[in-house]
């Protein structure tokens, strides 16, 4: 007797196809550690760290010309350093051209401070790298780095040595690894805080900082850790974040978040649920990291955030995860944050615990520079202050002003482009880099943020002091949302617009984007408003024409982003 076998069929009589076998996603403890892109091979074919003995002993030496690819596009940025784009290229030019037609000779150059206190002297060795390496250039980007252009690789081993006197470095500040941390600028000293999260930093960057088995992720990881109430880390948009709590039976400690960020796929951070006490912070903080590390999606580089993986896996199947194979423990259930109780920004005069006060001052979108640095060291030794900090949104905070010093150190900021006292828009205004640095952008935003900046507050002088909530502007040369434009009221998308016929540098608006903050229990991204593009030209008309909208359709206590969800879009326009 024979057997026949019957071919599978699909629903109209034909041999179905064999199922496809899924491709590997290349997560080390699934599929094995074999390279499935150039990056990986790269990363394993020589330990990134390793790069900076390479600077030091040849190409500070030899020179741009002797730089290894792989080192130049790839290990440098492990040590905060990435070619700067080349002057004269259009935003139009910028996909068409491969990155050595879009670099330049020089660099741009990441200065981590990790919510550190940047001390007189700190501050000084800062401002004279800029003006002696980078030609005055400087800006404080929302990740509280100090961040340089027109470095050359042969000043890099005397950055590094006057970096190493004041204990501020460069490491990881760039590629796949831990990136510069956010922290409270008023740890340690705020009246209000919850928990000073200083140890908890300095702990997780003396054991992990550094160390090889951390420096091969499958992309980027932000970390964030505050115990102010303010939410002033923005911690819905990092890989992981550890905000303050006060448990009821357990006393204060930190909520546990994972998954946020935003680029081209924007995704809010989740809680885990779970209470971290101070002490279980730093190892916690390393088994989320090496879950990263273990399971994170390496086959291709756009699914290769954390968000992709928490996306999949969900809080509840992450948390066992970090509590069986990472931890060997579990973690107690806890609170969420409270609402926000004021501005994170910490611009304006603040009470200190100990009597004094601190002092936060807004620069215009981030740009600092040399003289700012240096004079600011020579202020705040003049009235005696302590130090200053940066902060996750553009701004400098002065710490330990004596209470008969604060007016003279305010009207001392304002000379240095630094001011306590700005106006609505220069208070709530961020744009990245651009064009002017940037490979990767489409249009100019720093110097386009400037102008808007100025415009509005000659027009909406007026109408700024009848709104009782700030309006967040956040200007983006390209796609990839260094400047938050997803979580801002008004977010500006960097792109080449076609007007009447005529291509020009034009930005696409959302709307209606916010993070956890005053005013706001929740974050919540911001809609595209379908069809509206606007020259860069007229961004400031723009900002005008809806801000009155709002002031005028608004109902009480509505904030710009619940009034921008609802709206009609022909009222957006």
């Avoid at 699934?30 to 990363?43: A, M, Q, S, V, Y």
């Avoid at 007189?120 to 800029?130: F, K, N, Q, T, Y």
């Avoid at 546990?256 to 101070?278: K, N, Y």
């Avoid at 002092?359 to 003049?382: H, I, K, Q, W």
Wanted: hydrophobic content about 35%; proline content about 6%.
């Amino acid at each position: 007797m024979t057997t026949q076998t019957t071919t599978p069929q699909d629903a109209a009589g034909r041999p179905a196809r064999p199922a496809r076998t899924p491709k590997p996603n290349g997560q080390w403890k699934i599929d094995g550690t074999t390279p499935l892109n150039h990056n990986e091979e790269f990363k394993q074919e020589g330990p990134p760290l390793e790069v900076r003995e390479r600077i030091e002993s040849t190409y500070a030496h030899e020179g741009f010309d002797s730089i290894a690819d792989d080192d130049l596009h790839g290990r440098f940025r492990w040590w905060g350093l990435y070619t700067q784009r080349k002057p004269g290229i259009d935003g139009g030019r910028t996909a068409t051209l491969e990155p050595h037609e879009l670099e330049d000779r020089y660099f741009m150059l990441r200065v981590r401070t990790d919510g550190a206190e940047l001390t007189p002297d700190a501050l000084r060795v800062l401002g004279g790298i800029s003006d002696e390496f980078g030609r005055g250039t400087a800006d404080v980007t929302d990740r509280q780095n100090i961040q340089y252009h027109w470095i050359e690789i042969e000043s890099m081993p005397e950055i590094w040595r006057r970096l190493d006197t004041v204990g501020l470095e460069t490491t990881t500040a760039c590629g796949d690894s831990p990136r510069a941390f956010l922290g409270s600028p008023v740890a340690g000293i705020a009246s209000d805080e919850i928990i000073d999260a200083t140890p908890v930093i300095d702990e997780i960057k003396r054991r992990f900082i550094g160390d090889p088995a951390l420096a091969n992720l499958p992309r980027k990881f932000k970390t964030a850790i505050s115990g102010h109430p303010s939410l002033d880390v923005v911690h819905e948009i990092n890989d992981i974040s550890l905000v303050g709590v006060e448990h009821p039976e357990r006393g204060a400690g930190f909520d546990l978040w994972v998954g946020g960020g935003l680029s081209t796929a924007p995704r809010l951070g989740e809680r885990l649920g779970v209470f971290v006490t101070a002490d279980q912070a730093p190892d916690v903080w390393h088994g989320v990291i090496r879950i990263f590390r273990d399971y994170g999606y390496r086959r291709l580089r756009n699914k290769a955030r954390l968000k992709f993986l928490l996306k999949d896996w969900g809080p509840e199947k992450f948390r066992e995860v970090l509590e069986t194979e990472y931890l060997g423990y579990a973690l107690p259930d806890g609170p969420p944050p409270a609402p926000a109780t004021r501005p994170g920004d910490h611009v304006g005069v603040h009470e200190q615990k100990d009597g004094d006060l601190y002092v936060g001052a807004a620069p215009v979108v981030g740009r600092v520079g040399g003289g700012t640095l240096t004079g600011l060291a020579d202020l705040l030794e003049s009235v005696g202050a302590r130090s200053a900090r940066l902060t996750a949104h553009q701004k400098v905070v002065v710490l330990g002003v004596p209470a008969d010093r604060v007016d003279e150190l305010v009207d001392g900021l304002e000379p240095l482009g630094l001011t306590a006292r700005p106006s609505l828009f220069r208070r709530n205004t961020m744009a990245c880099t651009g064009i002017e640095f940037c490979k990767l952008a489409i249009v100019d935003t720093k110097d386009t943020a400037a102008r808007v900046i100025a415009e509005l507050e000659q027009r909406l002088d007026e109408q700024a002091e009848q709104l009782d909530r700030p309006i967040s502007l956040n200007v983006n040369g390209c796609p990839n949302s260094c400047a938050r434009i997803q979580t801002a009221d008004i977010g500006l998308k960097g792109q080449i617009i076609t007007v009447d016929g005529e291509q020009m540098p034009g930005f696409q608006v959302h709307l209606g984007g916010s993070l956890a903050g005053q005013g706001h229990d929740a974050g919540g991204l911001g809609r595209t408003v379908r069809g509206l593009k606007v020259p860069a030209t007229e961004i400031a008309d723009y900002v005008e024409r809806v801000v009155r909208r709002y002031a005028a359709d608004r109902t009480d206590g509505e904030s710009f982003a619940e009034w921008a969800h609802r709206a009609d879009e022909a009222v957006l326009q």
